[in-house]
């Protein structure tokens, strides 16, 4: 699987365009919420962000 590497990355409500999307892990520097667009990613299967400062709100 491909793998990219930013440092210092903000997530903005794009990412929500990324349909094909499986796999997203954020660590280290990245922190804040997750923007309400992550819920366009029909073919997420896995969110990893064990390792950096995400808020993940459980929504209706």
Do not use: F, W
């Amino acid at each position: 699987m491909p793998q990219r590497v930013y440092e210092h990355a903000t997530i903005t409500n794009k990412i929500g365009n990324m349909s094909c999307l499986r796999y997203l892990r954020l660590e280290g520097q990245i922190s804040g919420k997750l923007p309400n667009s992550i819920v366009k990613l029909k073919h997420l299967e896995t969110l990893d962000v064990k390792k950096s400062s995400v808020v993940v709100h459980a929504g209706a």
